[in-house]
């Protein structure tokens, strides 16, 4: 069975749903949440008491005593990845192709030869997370895994200095029946990578971490969080003070949605250092597509109050729809879904690469 | 800004309410599997909603927030399911053979073949192919990566193909 008959398919029993409920069925609107019940209120009771163990155990566990070997030298020109593709950054030609199998890259070192990606495992294998140096050919030079027993990692960045590395996971939990794995809370990690020592800011904070960033400091996060109910703000994280207590998350700077003149209301997606280190780039999107394309722009913001300081609006013009920064925040790597092409966006200005080897678009580069 | 017209919500919501309830019911019928259950979890994502509204910062985005609390609802109830397992008050999903409901014994098929998925792939597929969402909104509904999304939905596909053409 084809791909595109198992979609068709998918669609076709999605939707026979829609006859068995009626909008005309729909009772009075009640205003306050149903009350826990007094077994579940003890079951919240307990769950936190565990939780709480975990998120003292967790971080001891997880510190690696095995080999604190720091990764290989790396030289050459920096690469960025696409799926397993290996490109040369300044050109956009692909030197090599590592086979990623069950992997998928999550971000890569200030040297562009240093990548973390993420192992995904299956039924009653929790994913890890790994470090891949590859050598000035595009070649694997050296792995290593750098977290175990994780579900999934929603974001992850690496310090301007390479020494630390950032990471939102999502815990491994039975799934419904036991039967696999599924992902729990989303918690912050800060893992040291020359002591190897893992820092954790646990989920009771209620904020998903995404699209972390390093200021130039290499000891503050800035992170776009959201809470529960997926309502997201911007965030700045002292990642070297003391943990443990909820107020030590710095101030809430304000709203990730922002509107701007000409494109209305929407969200910060793939932010980044900017190239003098103190400000925050990243690309905006309201979601709407216009014509084959979403409309996008490029904002600067400052991460101490979180205003928007500038707007560049010229990449709409190019027709792309993805924007990923480089380390300087001077380059984009910028994605062409509508004819599968991947450019470089510099100071307005796309050069664009030649299409993806793989047939589809390249979504999966990351710097 | 919403905080300064929290009485808005009194027109608002209720509005929001009947315009959306029956979708919102249906999407968390086929992620728990009975309309009862979804009924309830939409009427909480609403009650939180209306509780919630002071700090809603974006009304424009208030569907966004009544779609990710059916999501973490649906979740919630299934994970309470988890420790209730064989419980005989879990009622049957409506693609159950139990249940006439839906006529179509292929769609009960496809149905069913998508609850045997893992959690994620689940929501993922039916937030793509039912709710029509983007990668990047699954994301935020699923505080996940768009990476985990088109993974998710990549291999979800891939088993559920694999799924369906074994049982044909």
Known sequence: ?367 | MTKSVGDSRDAVVPQLYQQNWAGMVRLAMLLVGDRATAEDVVQDAFAKLYAGWSRLREPAQALHYVRTSVVNGSRSVLRKRKVAWRHPQVPEPIWSPEHHVIDNEEHREVLRAVHELPLRRREVLVLRFYSNLSDAEIAVTLGISEGSVRSAASRGIAALGRTLEETR
């Open chain 1, 1 to 367: 069975m084809s791909r595109q008959d198992t979609e068709t398919r998918l669609r076709a029993a999605l939707s026979s749903i829609d006859p068995l409920v009626r909008d005309s069925e729909a009772p009075g609107l009640v205003t306050t949440a149903r009350a826990p019940r007094p077994r579940a209120r003890f079951a919240l009771i307990a769950a936190a008491a565990i939780a709480a163990v975990i998120a003292v155990l967790v971080p001891y566990l997880l510190i690696d005593r095995s080999d604190n070997s720091q990764p290989a030298e790396p030289s050459g020109p920096p690469f960025f990845v696409s799926f397993g593709d290996v490109y040369d950054s300044a050109t956009g030609n692909q030197i090599s192709a590592i086979d990623l199998g069950r992997m998928r890259i999550l971000v890569a070192g200030p040297d562009g030869h240093t990548f973390y990606y993420l192992i995904e495992g299956g039924c009653r294998t929790p994913s890890k997370l790994a470090r891949i140096v590859l050598d000035n050919q595009g070649r694997v030079a050296s792995t290593k895994i750098v977290m175990y027993r994780i579900f999934d990692v929603p974001s992850a960045a690496v310090s301007p200095a390479g020494t630390r590395l950032a990471v939102s996971v999502s815990s491994w939990e039975p799934r419904d029946d036991g039967a696999c794995a599924s992902g729990g809370p989303t918690e912050l990690r800060v893992l040291n990578l020359q002591t190897m020592q893992t820092r954790t800011w646990p989920a009771t904070y209620n904020t998903t971490p995404y699209y972390l960033v390093w200021l130039a400091d290499n000891r503050t996060l800035f992170y776009d969080g959201a809470d529960d109910s997926g309502s997201r703000s911007l965030w700045t994280l002292d990642t070297t003070g003391p943990t443990g207590n909820p107020t030590e998350i710095a101030e809430r700077v304000t709203s990730a949605q922002i509107t701007l003149p000409d494109l209305g209301t929407g969200h910060l997606y793939n932010p980044a250092r900017a190239a003098d280190g103190d400000q925050i780039v990243a690309s905006f999107s309201t979601g709407e597509r216009r014509e084959f394309y979403r409309a996008i722009a490029i904002v600067t913001i400052d991460p101490a109050t979180g205003e928007v300081t500038a707007v560049d609006e010229r990449i709409a013009r190019h027709g792309a729809e993805r924007v990923v920064f480089d380390a300087s925040g001077e380059v984009a790597l910028v994605f062409d879904e509508h004819h599968n092409r991947l450019g470089r966006y510099v100071d307005g200005e796309v050069s664009w690469f030649k299409p993806s080897n793989e047939g589809g678009p390249p979504t999966g580069a990351i710097w």
